[in-house]
């Protein structure tokens, strides 16, 4: 049958979804309607390889035109303002009208804010989509002492990228360890000490009391009354889903779109996908919100089966990297719920790995190393934690003998 | 076929089966890997990053890079799953009185 079939949000969760639809769906209509002018890139790269200049604007995309087109996938730049859900409509700000048979929301998150004086407001900058990091590289271009405010995965991947570009870098933490939400501290204490060693200078506990400008240096004053100057501020103090279009309709709302293991809203034919979605694990016996690279391409992947009417149960094991300096982090799973902690490995330049287990059975686990050491470890770990494996706790902990032993084929 | 092409590896027992090892050679770097039907070699850097591959897992027929799970078919090159995009080079393997010789080109 032919339908109708849109995709609001033109990031990664959106395209993979349109190919995925497009794999078993070969008459309907697709369109994907994007807020920005670009067709799907990848956003990893801004805040390392593109602001290092190693990675241009063309190597970001996922696909080129020609591929859209191959497949049939309308691309369309468009901001939609309203949503009528009962007859299936979105209204476009310019007056144009969608029609749809099935919907995927895949809007994705967006950055909280710093709130500021109003003379203050466009001083601050973020990094979250492409003109963002463009407009933060020509700036940085000829400014030395920068200060990122939030010391998560974002602000830190920045204050390793502009240390490498020879700036001098201090970052500003609310908490008392850097990559509080979801890092263990034992980590993020190590990650820490890479950034002082590179020069990078790293302020936990502190809250901004006010940011005053002058002559176009900004002092930064803390709640213990020192006082930080600085040419160029960056915030990355993390984000929120992107539902505003939705706040005042029928469609269920918690901490993003609720979702079930099928990408199903709490509306008919219409699905949710990627970091707008808070969805049921079925593995976890919990809904969660995830925001990152592989979530969004397997999240989209499973939102266009189901659309396309191949009934797919989303069961991915949470997974994402953080790459910072030499050193590239891994998390797998998740590392809150656990009755015991084993560790593996003491030496950064070897990888070590965390992992949280409850009943024996690893939920998650948590690694860092010096790029390339605990990747396969840890992709070993995704699959026993999937498979739900009564683990070895002798093989865990002890790195001379191999993890893959524990795979039960 | 000239035959200088052939470099040698090392004894076919310096793999373990569904493994591999890297290998260097003047001032490029290789993946030799034994898999159930057979030796099989790449390149030893995933294009997508500059990482080395000999940390990453093999899985069947596959290469799975250790920094973002970008994976490759051994046996082919193909990339198979984003972030890798770019098909891995592969070269021809031999063995020959129990040791294992690429060919470079």
Known sequence: ?409 | MSEENWIEVGSIDSIEEEDLIRFDHQDKTFCVYKLTDGFYATDGICTHEAVHLEDGLVMDDEIECPMHQGIFNIKSGEALSPPACEDLKTYPVKVDNDKIFIKID
């Open chain 1, 1 to 409: 049958m032919k339908n109708n079939i849109i995709i609001l949000g033109g990031g990664q969760a959106g395209i993979y979804a349109a190919r995925e639809i497009r794999q078993n769906d070969s008459e309907s209509n697709i369109k994907i309607l994007g807020e920005e002018n670009l067709l799907p890139y990848e956003r990893p790269p801004l805040s390392k390889d593109f602001l290092l200049d190693k990675k241009n604007e063309e190597d970001l995309y996922f696909h080129s035109s020609e591929v859209l087109k191959n497949e049939n996938i309308e691309f369309e730049n468009i901001l939609i303002n309203k949503v009528d859900f009962e007859n299936k409509k979105l209204f476009a700000k310019n007056d144009d009208v969608y029609s749809y048979d099935s919907l995927l929301i895949s809007t994705g998150s967006e950055n909280k804010k710093l709130s500021l004086d109003d003379n203050l407001k466009n001083d601050v900058y973020y990094l979250r989509n492409l003109e963002e990091a463009k407009k933060i590289k020509e700036i940085v271009s000829n400014k030395n002492k920068i200060t990122i405010i939030g010391g998560g995965f974002i602000g830190l991947e920045i204050a390793s990228s502009l240390c490498q570009l020879q700036k001098k870098v201090t970052v500003i933490e609310i908490g008392n360890q850097l990559m509080g939400r979801i890092i263990p501290k034992q980590i993020a204490d190590l990650v820490q000490n890479a950034h002082i060693e590179h020069g990078n200078e790293i302020i936990l506990n502190k809250q901004i009391e006010k940011i005053t400008k002058k002559n176009g240096i900004y002092e930064i004053l803390l709640n213990d009354n020192s006082l930080i100057e600085t040419n160029f501020i960056i915030a990355g103090i993390g984000s929120t889903p992107s539902v505003k279009l939705f706040e005042n309709t029928n469609l269920k709302l918690d901490n993003g779109i609720v979702t079930n293991q099928f990408c199903e809203t709490s509306i008919k034919d219409v699905y949710a996908a990627g970091d707008v979605s808070n969805f049921y694990h079925p593995l976890y016996e919990r809904n969660m919100r995830l925001e990152s690279y592989q979530h969004a391409q397997n999240h989209g992947i499973c939102a266009g089966k189901n659309i396309a009417g191949v009934k797919t149960e989303y069961s991915s094991i949470p997974w994402m990297w953080s790459d910072q300096f030499n050193l590239n982090l891994q998390l797998t799973g998740i590392c809150d719920d656990y009755d015991e902690i084993i560790e593996r490995g003491n030496d950064i330049n070897n990888g070590l790995i965390y992992f949280f287990l409850k009943k024996n059975k690893i939920r998650g686990a948590c690694g860092v190393g010096i790029i390339g050491k605990v990747g396969r470890d840890i992709r070993i770990t995704s699959k026993l934690t999937e498979k739900d494996t009564i683990v070895d706790k002798q093989i865990l902990s002890d790195q001379n003998l191999k993890l893959n032993k524990l795979i039960q084929k």
